[in-house]
T-cell receptor, first 113, second 118 residues
Framework: AQKITQTQPGMFVQEKEAVTLDCTYD???????LFWYKQPSSGEMIFLIY??????QNATEGRYSLNFQKARKSANLVISASQLGDSAMYFC??????????FGQGTELSVKP | ETGVTQTPRHLVMGMTNKKSLKCEQH?????MYWYKQSAKKPLELMFV???????ENNSVPSRFSPECPNSSHLFLHLHTLQPEDSALYLC?????????????????FGPGTRLTVT
């Protein structure tokens, strides 16, 4: 069975600085996908970035990049130039052979002005 | 409207009530999902529908009854709920689901219905 571990319940970062949110995963599948979602206080889950297990390059989407280390089974999210609007819960997820998403516990990010 | 919408956004119901949650996606997707998000717990997948056919039922109690009349609409019918069922219920859709195979399709979520059972 797949599992996602996010070890940082809460993180603080100064506005305009970069922050890394940790995610490790466990799977026996050869093919899988890793996702990061942002959940503001409004509740909606917003898709941020995707990394496929066979992608050779780390995924990037604007200020978001994924530091994918397959051998270590980690898929850390890096947010550059943090903004106040980045304050939210961040969830790492992996999908299994059936396409289901398995989510981690989440990390609450607070951006300080 | 665009994306995935859910109504109502907030719902308070007694344990003997019957209510329904509604989800609608305007993305032309074939797959829809119900998730439950309780405080301090990861999102839990409840049901998966692909082209109106249920492909996953994650050991959910029978007091939760899903309905998918077409690929754009998904309902969650609630009856005789318990206080521990109070949670945020999130609906999501994706382009497709490939049972038995790997899918890279990201899921798009609605804003959720915050349910309180008294």
């Amino acid at each position: 069975a797949q599992k996602i571990t996010q070890t940082q319940p809460g993180m603080f970062v100064q506005e305009k600085e970069a922050v890394t949110l940790d995610c490790t995963y466990d799977t026996s599948d050869q093919s899988y996908g890793l996702f990061w979602y942002k959940q503001p206080s409004s509740g909606e889950m917003i898709f941020l970035i995707y990394q496929g297990s066979y992608d050779e390059q780390n995924a990037t989407e604007g200020r978001y990049s994924l530091n994918f280390q397959k051998a270590r089974k980690s898929a850390n999210l890096v947010i550059s130039a943090s903004q106040l609007g980045d304050s939210a819960m961040y969830f790492c997820a992996i999908n299994d052979q059936g396409g289901k998403l398995i989510f981690g516990q989440g990390t609450e990010l607070s951006v300080k002005p | 409207e665009t994306g995935v919408t859910q109504t109502p956004r907030h719902l308070v119901m007694g344990m003997t009530n019957k209510k329904s949650l509604k989800c609608e996606q305007h993305l032309g997707h074939n797959a829809m999902y119900w998730y439950k998000q309780s405080a301090k717990k990861p999102l839990e997948l409840m049901f998966v529908y692909s082209l109106e056919e249920r492909v996953e039922n994650n050991s959910v109690p029978s007091r939760f009854s899903p309905e998918c009349p077409n690929s754009s609409h998904l309902f969650l019918h609630l009856h005789t709920l318990q206080p521990e069922d109070s949670a945020l219920y999130l609906c999501a859709s994706s382009q497709d689901v490939n049972p038995g195979g790997f899918s890279s399709y990201e899921q798009y979520f609605g804003p959720g219905t915050r349910l309180t059972v008294t």
